[in-house]
């Protein structure tokens, strides 16, 4: 399996930006797709994440109604819309795939992308 990210750039506080994962390779039914964000200097952590068959959600309570992610299955493709950014959200962005129950574990994660880069200026 591979992902490859995009849509990371420069933008102001307020702003919004989508962020893409294109996969290429084999993804179970009940694989679970996900962001995961890592500011420098920290750890990657939990964004959101979506149930590749069914499209069951989970989300960071930091990113809770203003980020939405979505699927794709047609286009093998994950998205990440994120509302009304705030500089904290500055980090680079990843996506992951995992065969895990629980989303929210960073190690559950099989394969990552190389990530993009979101700043938000204040």
């Known amino acids: 399996v591979q992902l490859v990210e995009s849509g990371g750039r420069m933008v102001q506080a307020g702003d919004s930006l989508r962020l893409s994962c294109d996969i290429s390779?084999?993804?179970?039914?009940?694989?679970?797709m996900a962001w995961f964000r890592q500011a420098p200097g920290t750890e990657r952590v939990f964004v959101a994440s979506?149930?590749?068959?069914?499209?069951?959600?989970a989300y960071a309570d930091s990113v809770q109604g203003r980020f939405t992610i979505s699927r794709d299955n047609a286009k093998n493709t994950v998205y990440l819309d994120m509302n009304d950014l705030k500089p904290e959200a500055t980090a680079v962005y990843y996506c992951?795939?995992?065969?895990?129950?629980?989303?929210?574990?960073?190690?559950?994660?099989?394969?990552w992308g190389q990530g993009t880069q979101v700043t938000v200026s204040s």
């Open positions: 390779g084999r993804i179970f039914s009940s694989s679970q």
């Open positions: 979506i149930t590749w068959s069914y499209g069951g959600t």
């Open positions: 992951g795939v995992s065969n895990a129950l629980n989303p929210r574990i960073r190690a559950a994660y099989s394969y």
